[in-house]
């Protein structure tokens, strides 16, 4: 037994055969020729065929996961008869006098390589489709079907990579999961693995040796396990039928409201920390963004990020998101969550030392980076700000001096801003005892039970060796939440939880007896808990 880590592309439990699925190459010598025009006339007949191929996978793709996903098969009929690739490879065969194989695989290398190298994700993704389209004509021309055969009994396909066109192309009954080592959690493949509902992981350090043995892929710990022992399989088959029992029912509250049965209605949002997670974001039908961690853009960088890199980051998930509420945490560094460029101290105590807001208060430089980058991207949609790791009044004076001042000189500047909310999350003690005070000067309250449990009950969270002493149901911390509930009330701003106990769909009823206005949970936990509210009183 075998068992491999992978990036989660979307979750679920297939059990199966493996299928290794190797590309049958198209092997390219450069010949010379004495009829360019013929050559040219080789290469034209091959792109029509090529464009009809990519009209009926587009046709097949509208059928099976609908007209958005489908249209990536119109970009590539597109990207086929772009003029700078047509010209390429009509120079070519023109100028050296050679087979229109060479000059087409030269060209996909060349555009492959140029998109490649292209700083924008979007057009960075597209290095794929080219050669996908590359290698569309190339097959064609030398006469291959391109692939290697798949048998009549479902498989886990494990490759390399796959391109969107051999993804559609399978047969969708013989496929149980994708396993691949090349490939993002945001590429186009797994796109379609997300839609057509397949478990998929990426990144998987594979091998050509596991073909037909059995396999594992386990979408939800993004683990990939080959050749399973006895007792595993037993456990994965019992979890199988639970997961494929749940999907089956959550489906169908898609575009359902968040309503309780006597008509109480929550906003439920999603957990995100990455703009990649937007794609289950919409996926799960959240209805905005609760949570916004925007360390990402700190702990992926080599040097502090810059204001317009973050605004580029904030204003495509506002965008994406439209009229729907996106809530962005200024940065929460520290802790956990260390950056080298910050040069922080060592500390004995890290959880309770220099961290989130601290930071920001006392190098105000970085904070106010953030917040003209975030009330830039205010004016591309409905963006929210709140703030970690309050303790006291006065440290939220400070934050709104500082915010105000960031607004002016940006209004100075004409620059536009939208109408941001401005709120705080309740993750410390002290802010639940202040929480009377501080409701009278923020819009919200989020409460972010994850540290709120940890401070409380004096239990770090990162220590595995404490879970015994750990109750996420402590009536202290209940008690902190429905306090907090309360205060935002009475000063008439509603109150969330954003901490991993908002999934917790045993407490639903009870959050929502306590007068919570909004869970914000991560995407796959929306359609259960909005069950969980449906069926609360
Ligand atoms: C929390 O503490 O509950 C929270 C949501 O923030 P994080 O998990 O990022 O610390
Ligand atoms: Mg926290």
């Not at 587009?58 to 010209?87: P, R, T, W």
């Not at 088959?237 to 575009?255: C, I, N, S, V």
Request: charged share 30%.
């Amino acid at each position: 037994m075998e068992t491999k880590a992978g990036k989660k592309v979307f979750n679920g439990v297939a059990i199966g055969k493996i299928h290794f699925y190797k590309k049958t190459e198209n092997v390219i010598v450069r010949t010379k020729i004495e009829d360019a025009e013929a050559e040219l006339a080789r290469y034209m007949e091959a792109k029509e065929k090529a464009e009809q191929q990519l009209g009926a996978l587009y046709d097949k793709a509208v059928a099976e996961v609908g007209e958005a996903n489908a249209e990536i098969f119109n970009v590539q009929a597109m990207m086929l008869d772009d003029d700078d690739y047509k010209d390429s490879i009509e120079n070519i065969i023109r100028a050296q006098h050679v087979n229109a194989e060479y000059a087409i695989a030269t060209t996909g290398d060349n555009f492959a390589e140029m998109f490649a190298g292209m700083d924008d994700e979007y057009f960075k993704a597209r290095a794929v489709d080219i050669k996908d389209i590359t290698n569309r004509i190339l097959t064609i021309l030398c006469g291959n079907d391109g692939s290697s055969e798949i048998g009549d009994e479902p498989v886990i396909i494990v490759a390399d990579d796959l391109a969107p066109s051999e993804t559609v192309q399978m047969d969708k009954s013989k496929l149980l999961a994708f396993v691949t080592r090349l490939g993002s959690a945001n590429s186009h493949t797994a796109i379609l693995a997300r839609t057509m509902g397949i478990p998929a992981l990426v990144g998987v350090q594979i091998s050509e040796e596991w073909d037909g043995k059995n396999g594992i892929v386990d979408g939800y710990e993004g683990k990939f396990i080959v050749d399973p022992e006895m007792p595993v399989l037993e456990e994965y088959f019992k979890k199988k039928l639970q997961d494929e029992e749940q999907k089956k029912l959550l489906q169908m509250l898609k575009g359902k409201e968040n309503v309780t049965k006597s008509g109480k209605k929550i906003n439920l949002y999603a957990n995100i920390g990455n703009p990649s997670d937007l794609v289950s974001v919409l996926d799960n039908d959240a209805g905005g963004i609760g949570l916004f961690r925007s360390e990402f853009l700190y702990l992926e960088a080599d040097n502090y990020p810059t204001e317009e890199e973050q605004f580029q980051a904030y204003k495509k998930v506002v965008e994406t998101m439209g009229s729907k509420k996106v809530i962005i945490r200024t940065l929460d560094i520290g802790a956990d969550k260390q950056v080298d460029y910050f040069d922080l101290d060592k500390e004995d105590n890290p959880a309770l030392g220099y961290r989130a807001i601290r930071i920001c208060l006392t190098r105000p430089e970085i904070f106010k980076t953030q917040l003209r980058a975030l009330f830039r991207a205010s004016a591309f949609g409905n963006l929210a700000i709140m703030y970690p790791m309050i303790i006291s009044v006065d440290e939220v004076l400070k934050i709104k001096e500082i915010s105000a001042k960031v607004k002016n000189e940006l209004l100075a500047e004409g620059i536009q801003i939208g109408d941001v909310e401005e709120g705080i999350m309740i993750e410390t003690p002290a802010a639940v005892f202040e929480s009377e005070n501080l409701a009278k000067e923020v819009d919200f309250f989020s409460i972010g039970t994850n540290d709120l449990t940890q401070y409380t009950l004096a239990i770090d969270r990162q220590n595995a060796k404490l879970d015994p002493f750990y109750d996420a149901h402590h009536p202290a911390v209940l008690k902190e939440i429905q306090m907090v509930i309360d205060n935002a009330h009475k000063a008439g701003i509603w109150a969330g939880i954003c901490g991993e106990l908002g999934a917790d769909t045993f407490l639903t009823n009870i959050f929502i007896k306590m007068g919570i206005d909004e869970l914000s949970v991560s995407p796959g936990c929306i359609l259960p808990v909005r069950k969980a509210i449906r069926d609360a009183e």
